[in-house]
């Protein structure tokens, strides 16, 4: 039983952490802030994690296995490339709406301060994404035997700069742009210039 309650407590206290960053942008979050949030000693947080980046790579894990497991879900019911890279970007951009704080993690905005791996995990995880869309655009040749108007390098890294823009707005607006915002018109202008 301990064990469940060591989890739980786990995702309190990353629950409380992805609040914090978004209801306090520009701020750094402190082990103490995050404490007296989670109701518990600055102690009891690190029995949990043994540091605040910990607390970070959490998140980050979080992001990571929700988005690349989805992912995978796309690539394993949908064939069509072009539909596979909307499904992906409407994927990512949802995922930051839904998740305001976690959204600072993924500009890096509130790893601002905090250690350089975490910083590194992110711009890993934007390549890996990257990766993802090179890889849809190539099969699209093999799979469905036609080409793209553009290199799927230029396409893939013109897809993360786009989410990673959206996301920028959305941060800067406080929140009140969404992502998701004018999506369709968006990808109808991707899909009749390039796709």
């Known amino acids: 039983m301990p064990a469940v309650k060591k989890t739980n407590r786990r ?18 979050i ?20 043994p540091s605040k980046a910990r607390m970070f790579e959490g998140l980050i894990e979080f992001i990571e296995d929700t988005l690349f497991s989805r992912i995978n879900k796309i690539l394993n019911e949908e064939k069509d490339s ?10 990512l951009l949802g995922f930051a709406e839904k998740n305001p704080g976690i959204t600072r993690i993924l500009n890096g905005d509130a790893l601002l301060g905090e250690q350089e791996r975490l910083r590194a995990r992110i711009a890993k995880l934007f390549e890996r994404l990257e990766t993802q869309f090179k890889q849809v655009l190539r099969e699209r040749k093999l799979r469905e035997g036609r080409d793209l108007s553009a290199d799927e390098t230029v396409l893939a890294n013109m ?3 786009y989410v990673d823009g959206r996301i ?4 800067r607006s406080g929140f009140t742009r969404k992502p998701t915002e004018q999506f369709s018109e968006h990808w109808a202008c991707y899909k009749q210039t390039f796709l």
């Open 30 to 49: 402190t082990t103490a802030k995050l404490a007296e949030k989670v109701g518990v000693s600055e102690a009891a947080l690190y029995r949990h994690f």
């Open 159 to 161: 897809f993360v700069c």
């Open 82 to 91: 072009s539909t596979r890279c909307q499904m992906i970007l409407h994927l």
């Open 11 to 28: 995702a309190q206290i990353l629950q409380a952490l992805a609040g914090m960053l978004e209801s306090s942008p520009g701020q750094r």
């Open 168 to 171: 920028n707005m959305f941060i």
